[in-house]
């Protein structure tokens, strides 16, 4: 069986050293970048299940260089977990709202944060041929592009469909305006960002009682906040094989 595999982007010896060891120990395989540069040659090489990454790297920030993964479709779905000494609520709220998944203050415990690897990769990665989302009520059958909510169909705009598919695909993380108008408008926009707005504003509406899943994250965006989002295959969808 393939180990998973880890790519730890930190610029000081001993944290990379203390990373390596607590992952190889726990059965994943392992590279290491000690800045921006050296992280990209990486994944020339190869492309890793889940990056853990220093906020303060020099030259190019953490924070920057996972906007550049978040842009590119060949990593934008790659996990990231922020390891840093900046712990404020707004330093959180500005790693997650850059794209991370998770957010890990220094100093850490090697072996909480290989729980926090492992909860993340149990989720797998959501893939989308002949599947729906399913969350309590509402579901997403994304190969006749329909919604449906207490088994009745509801009606979506095109711009809200892609927006509830894009909240449901990408579950418990903060998705600024200008993330949303890059993956969901799928082009270049030069349009306010508070178009989002308006659009989040008419998809709660459609939700009704289920409004309450898309979460407002005070100056950063949104979140669609469920932990237990399914993905439900359409064969032996009675069967609810659910990943979390």
């Keep these: 069986m393939k180990k998973p595999h880890i790519l730890i982007v930190e610029d000081e010896m001993a944290i990379r050293n203390l ?115 399913v969350v309590g009520n509402l579901k997403m059958d994304l190969k006749s592009e329909r919604v449906f909510l207490n088994e009745e169909p509801i009606k979506l705009a095109p711009i809200e469909f892609r927006l509830l598919r894009f909240f449901m695909q990408f579950p418990n993380r903060v998705h600024t305006r200008e993330t949303l108008l890059a993956q969901v408008w799928e082009r270049d926009v030069d349009i306010d960002d508070r178009t989002v707005d308006v659009h989040v504003r008419r998809l709660r509406k459609a939700l009704k009682k289920q409004d309450q899943l898309i979460e407002t994250v005070r100056g950063s965006g949104y979140r669609f906040n469920k932990l237990d989002v399914l993905l439900v295959a359409k064969r032996g969808a009675s069967d609810g094989d659910s990943k979390h």
């Excluded at 120990?25 to 994944?43: C, P, Q, R, T, W």
């Excluded at 996972?66 to 500005?94: G, N």
């Design 19 to 133: 990373l390596r060891y607590a992952f190889e120990i726990a059965g994943f395989s392992v590279s290491e970048a000690e800045d921006v540069i050296a992280a990209k040659n990486s994944l020339m090489i190869q492309r890793p299940d889940l990056i853990v990454l220093d906020w303060m790297l020099p030259k190019v920030s953490g924070i920057q260089f996972t906007k550049q993964l978040k842009k590119d479709p060949l990593t934008r779905d790659t996990p990231i977990i922020f390891l840093s000494a900046k712990a404020t609520e707004e330093d959180k709220v500005h790693g997650l709202a850059a794209g991370a998944d998770d957010y890990v203050i220094k100093p850490f415990s090697p072996r909480e944060l290989v729980a926090r690897v492992h909860a993340i990769l149990r989720r797998g990665p959501l893939k989308e041929t002949n599947e729906s989302f």
